[in-house]
């Protein structure tokens, strides 16, 4: 069986088509960078508008596969930007109906925690969820998957990008910290915010701005920034393992490619125990192969949609979306 999956919750526009066993047979990705700022909702959707369809033509070549030997077409339905969500879910009916092939929807959460899952090999991991719009320590229990604990204010990846714009950068602003944190000495008093199994980022943001203007050093700051947040990330999987009697944890979303926080994970679970998986690159960020993937898992388990019923969730919450595939 093979799915095709679009991803457009945010300013990734994808397009993957996947096999039996998670085979990724192509993966087509175009992303929305903003000329200055933050994304802007309705440009980034006239982005996906734009690019998407020879995102579909070119998954299809490289994949090696004609339309008719798709067997469902599925599509991020939530949570994401209401426009962004708009455009993926459009092309997704146009082709389920061109087709004439079964509609899929998938929740872009649990997406995340599947594809990590299927790659790493464990059967019940917790994911941690670092991403820009979105934050959160997510584990199975009983039908659903849970959000644990979550920011809550703005995203990790938010966050970053924040703190690196007011620091005269440029979107996005994850991976130029990282660089920059690679070069810090001193690490800077900034606000630990966890309340419980929560965190929030945006008091920290402030103070370290603040420090910017007094003079603090570039390097330093990136490296404060980077240990003091992943420190709370860290911190608030650890509580979830233990509350929930898991073992391992896989991680996902932008901020996934951090290499300290990788770092810190792994070091966390291992002196627990435990194991970790990140999944490469390519499947951590935002992509229409996870998906897929997540799209066979549904259809095989009779989640499909009428094109009637498949209106976008833009607040779509992970614990209420049913994962019948999954078993207690
Ligand atoms: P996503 O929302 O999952 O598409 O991820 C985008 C976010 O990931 C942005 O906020 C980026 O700044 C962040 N990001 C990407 N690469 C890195 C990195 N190496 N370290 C930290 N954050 C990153
Ligand atoms: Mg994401």
Redesign the pocket.
């Given at each position: 069986m093979v799915v095709l999956g679009i991803e457009s919750t945010?300013?990734?526009a994808s397009v993957g088509i996947v096999g039996e066993d998670a085979k990724v047979l192509s993966l087509a990705s175009d992303f929305y960078l903003p000329p200055t700022g933050g994304i802007h909702p309705r440009e980034a959707a006239n982005h996906h508008v734009e690019v998407l369809p020879s995102l579909v033509g070119k998954a299809l070549e490289a994949a090696n596969v004609r339309p008719n030997e798709v067997d469902a077409v599925a599509f991020a339905q939530g949570p994401g930007l209401g426009p962004c969500l708009r455009a993926g879910a459009t092309v997704a009916r146009m082709l389920s109906l061109a087709w004439n092939r079964p509609l899929v929807p998938v929740n872009h959460c649990v997406a995340h925690v599947e594809i990590a899952r299927v790659l790493s090999g464990l059967d019940d991991p917790l994911l941690l969820y670092a991403?820009?719009?979105n934050t959160q320590v997510i584990a199975y229990a009983r039908g659903r998957y849970r959000v644990l604990g979550e920011t809550l204010d703005i995203g990790v990846?938010?966050f970053?990008?924040k703190f690196w714009l007011g620091l005269g950068g440029t979107f996005?602003?994850?991976?130029a910290?990282?660089a920059e944190a690679l070069r810090g000495t001193e690490l800077l008093d900034l606000p630990f915010s966890v309340h419980g199994m929560d965190v929030a980022f945006s008091g920290m943001l402030t103070a370290a701005l603040a420090l910017h203007a007094k003079g603090a050093k570039r390097p330093d700051l990136a490296y404060s920034v980077e240990v003091t947040a992943y420190s709370m990330l860290t911190e608030i999987t650890e509580r979830a393992l233990a509350h929930r009697g898991k073992e391992a944890v896989v991680l996902g979303?932008?901020?996934a490619?951090?290499g300290r926080l990788r770092e810190m994970v792994r070091v966390m679970a291992e002196s627990r125990g435990g194991a970790t998986f990140a999944p490469p690159k390519s499947l951590c960020?935002?992509n229409g192969a996870m998906i897929a993937w997540t799209g066979h898992l549904a259809f095989h388990a009779g989640v499909t949609t009428s094109v009637e019923g498949s209106a976008v969730q833009p607040r779509q919450r992970t614990d209420l979306v049913p994962t019948p595939w999954r078993k207690d």
């Open positions: 945010a300013h990734t991403s820009g719009g990846g938010n970053l990008d996005p602003g994850g991976p910290i990282e979303g932008g901020v490619c951090n960020v935002d």
